[in-house]
């Protein structure tokens, strides 16, 4: 395997090896892994980007993966990553450094108000609203973050060689499609300044500041030239996905109009298809059992002699006696927690709910009138009823009242008790 990748990254091609390594990643980590990314390959994956065909290599942070990786109690991830990059250069016949971080000693670090020495590019790399931007790979066992715009063109503008301005210039012209920007000197100085200020620029001489205020004035001039559309479309926002499956199930839950086709129903397929289908769904009667043929009714013709076996003439259904209107009842829709529907038939396999019960009426004749008053209703039982006032010792009869309370059947006492009376 050759020290140095000299195989063109085009977008295709690399988003087929990120498989490959992704594939290796679950295997070793079982789960997805997440890499902060920068360089030429966010500006050949990125959607809204893509100002570049391809490229050599994959700059990514190895550092910050590390020790994300130690805190949660993994001591060899970067060795497995290693391993991983490794079997995806032999099975694509790479370069060894197809995917490397020799950018890592000279990304800055910063310190937290807790005097803590802190990776200022990765942390603001993995804030949610970066990784809803700025994603530029995604599945099951990697996902590829790329830096904020901010460091992305400040560690360009560090070396600005080869495809480095031109990069610039596209990251300034996507921000002029989004948010507006006129990009001059002083706006992309103080824009710097303030997200990227680890970088030291308050340090920098006169010299250095004034060379890197000409790298800014070529950038904005490159960008105010780009020419958009030749390079790429203007932004545009990622689209909301549809789950397939969701839509499949809609279209068949469709009704089908050779469905809705109704035909005269027996009393015996009635009831089955009323005790199916109690609710509303039973008016429609699609594909349930009336559609099937019963034993004594063809499905589209009646019955008629056959040659075969003998006939067998339709059982006479029996006539159902309708209920009198004052008991009369609706379908018993309270137990489906339904609406009330209008009043329909109700076959004899479905049994009237019994009524409410009636207090029965008792008649008491008057010299001048006649009084109905309900009947007077039994006692509680005892255990419901609320107990009265003991009765008096005074009022029992002889013989149940005992003067002292019985010992113990063990107690090998004389068992007395002196009675009255």
Not at 278 to 302: D, I, K, V, Y
Not at 345 to 354: D, L, M
Request: proline content about 11%; overall charge positive.
């Amino acid at each position: 395997m050759q020290e140095h990748n000299e195989v063109l990254l085009t977008k295709d091609f690399l988003v087929r090896v990120l498989t490959y390594l992704s594939v290796r990643l679950f295997d070793r980590f079982r789960t997805t892994v997440r890499i902060v990314i920068h360089g030429g390959a966010v500006m050949v994956l990125h959607p809204s980007l893509s100002c570049r065909m391809s490229t050599r290599d994959v700059d990514y942070n190895h550092r910050s993966f590390e020790s994300h990786w130690i805190k949660r109690g993994v001591p060899d991830a970067g060795a497995r990553l290693i391993k991983c990059i490794e079997e995806t250069a032999l099975a694509f016949q790479l370069g060894a450094d197809w995917m490397n971080a020799h950018a890592d000693v000279a990304l800055p670090m910063a310190r937290d108000p807790y005097g803590k020495l802190v990776d200022p590019i990765y942390n603001d790399a993995v804030t949610p609203q970066n990784v809803a931007m700025n994603t530029v790979f995604e599945s099951q066992g990697l996902v590829l973050v790329g830096v904020s715009w901010s460091w992305a063109v400040a560690l360009k503008l560090i070396r600005y060689q080869k495809d480095d301005p031109g990069d610039i210039a596209a990251i300034l012209k996507l921000g002029t499609e989004m948010r507006g920007c006129q990009w001059t000197v002083e706006l992309i100085e103080g824009w710097l300044n303030k997200l990227c200020s680890p970088m030291g620029y308050q340090n920098y001489s006169a010299t250095q500041l004034q060379w890197n205020r000409a790298k800014m004035q070529d950038a904005v001039k490159r960008a105010q030239q780009l020419n958009w559309a030749a390079a790429t479309t203007s932004y545009q926002p990622p689209p909301t996905l549809i789950n397939p499956w969701s839509a499949h199930q809609r279209q068949q839950q469709r009704p089908h109009p050779a469905h809705n086709l109704s035909r005269p129903l027996t009393m015996a397929e009635g009831s089955a298809d009323h005790e199916r289908m109690l609710s509303s769904q039973a008016r429609r009667r699609t594909r349930s059992f009336s559609a099937l043929p019963s034993a004594h009714t063809s499905f589209n013709a009646p019955p008629t002699h056959s040659t075969s076996r003998a006939f067998v003439p339709p059982v006479p259904s029996l006539p159902v006696p309708t209920p009198p209107s004052a008991s009369a009842t609706p379908v018993y829709y309270y137990y489906y927690n339904q609406p009330a529907q209008r009043q329909r038939h109700v076959p004899v396999s479905v049994p009237p709910q019994p009524a409410a019960t009636v207090t029965p009426t008792t008649y008491y004749a008057h010299s001048h009138q006649t009084i109905s008053r309900p009947a007077t209703q039994p006692p509680p039982p005892a255990a419901m009823s609320i107990p009265s006032a003991p009765t008096p010792v005074s009022s029992l009869p002889p013989g149940f009242v005992p003067t002292h309370y019985f010992p113990r059947i063990h107690h090998p006492a004389v068992h007395r008790v002196a009675m009255m009376g």
